[in-house]
């Protein structure tokens, strides 16, 4: 556990969030109207102050003081039932954290209370003042061109000209005038992540955001996290079923348990990370162990789906990611 009773200060130009002392205004839900973002990529924070698209990398090596997040005491309950009782999670500007937890566990509910959609939970986070969220579906809007979708809410020749950088960034350059229902879901999911980043966010939270592409597909997608993370160094917390993704990318890996993170263990892997190597499979049987599956469980499930990748239909049963023959290493 990483529970931390002393901490530093938060970074400057960090967002308290503490709630029923979590006032709405501090972390307003988006800018932009509901009916308009059905599930916005940005809370309001994350677009004011300036232009919203400068400095991506204003955290890189930068040493500001303190954690980009900090969750003390985060509790939320629903009907009675306290499905987060008592969270304290810091993560460092520009760390990568994944979080697993079984299907139920509130992994969800702790990404929507550090997103500022839900103002009914109780204790304090501090979180980064611009953020954004890509969920497992990638929510863009049908009637609205990619450059678009990716732009949305912000405003201005250079963020357009910053929204086609992003596009280009993530591998979607010449499909600025796309429609979204002409992409593949991976495509999709590009323009998502594309619309993420250009918000130049402190803190980047990932929703299962690899879900639901099939397995090769996923692979190019978490060398493409690696390579935007690296390059933009947002804090991430990316929630997943999937143990080897959150092996192969994080450099912490949290499991939520009875309300509470149970686990909260460094990565040691160093940058190239190979599932052949003997930390990764004994940190992997340690998750797995943690999460209530053993790897005999997780080798069938992994094989009951051809070999697939774990994260979209066995939500029960978080297992092992693409085979090591599809290339990922
Ligand atoms: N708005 C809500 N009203 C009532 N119950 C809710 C609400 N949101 C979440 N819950 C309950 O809280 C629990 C945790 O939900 P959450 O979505 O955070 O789980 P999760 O860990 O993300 O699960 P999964 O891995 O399946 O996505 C579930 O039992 C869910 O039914
Ligand atoms: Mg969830």
Request: hydrophobic share 45%; aromatic share 2%.
């Amino acid at each position: 556990m990483t529970t931390r009773t002393t901490s530093p200060p938060p970074a400057p130009g960090a967002t308290q969030v503490s709630a029923p002392a979590v006032p709405a205004p501090v972390v307003p839900v988006p800018a932009v109207p509901a009916p308009a973002v059905p599930a916005p990529a940005v809370p309001a924070p994350a677009v004011e102050g300036g232009p919203a698209v400068a400095g991506w990398a204003a955290r890189q090596g930068g040493g500001a003081p303190g954690p980009a997040v900090r969750v003390r005491e985060v509790r939320r309950e629903f009907a009675g039932r306290a499905v987060l009782a008592g969270i304290d999670l810091d993560i460092a500007p520009g760390e990568f954290v994944a979080l697993l937890g079984r299907s139920g566990s509130g992994k969800s509910t702790l990404l929507r209370i550090l997103a500022g959609l839900d103002a009914d939970a109780t204790g304090k986070a501090t979180v980064p003042a611009r953020g954004a969220v890509v969920f497992q579906d990638p929510r863009l809007l049908p009637w609205t061109r990619v450059l678009d979708n990716v732009l949305l809410g912000l405003k201005g020749r250079q963020a357009r000209a910053q929204a086609a950088v992003a596009l280009a960034e993530v591998g979607l350059g010449g499909k600025e005038r796309a429609w979204p229902g002409t992409l593949s879901g991976g495509e999709a999911q590009r323009a998502a992540l594309a619309r993420a980043l250009v918000r130049s966010p402190g803190l980047l939270l990932l929703d299962e955001p690899f879900g639901a592409l099939d397995a090769l597909t996923r692979i190019r997608m978490h060398s493409l996290l690696r390579d935007l993370c690296r390059r933009h160094q947002p804090a991430v917390l990316l929630v997943t079923h999937d143990v080897d993704e959150a092996i192969l990318l994080a450099d912490r890996v949290a499991v939520l348990t009875d309300g509470r993170l149970s686990l909260d263990e460094r990565v040691g892997l160093g940058g190239a990370r190979h599932r052949s190597d003997p930390g990764f499979a004994t940190l992997r049987t340690r998750l797995l162990a943690e999460l209530g599956v053993t790897d005999d469980e997780a080798s069938g499930a992994a094989g009951a789906r051809g070999g697939e990748a774990s994260g979209t239909t066995g939500r029960d049963a978080p297992v092992a990611a693409a085979k090591d023959a599809a290339g990922e290493p």
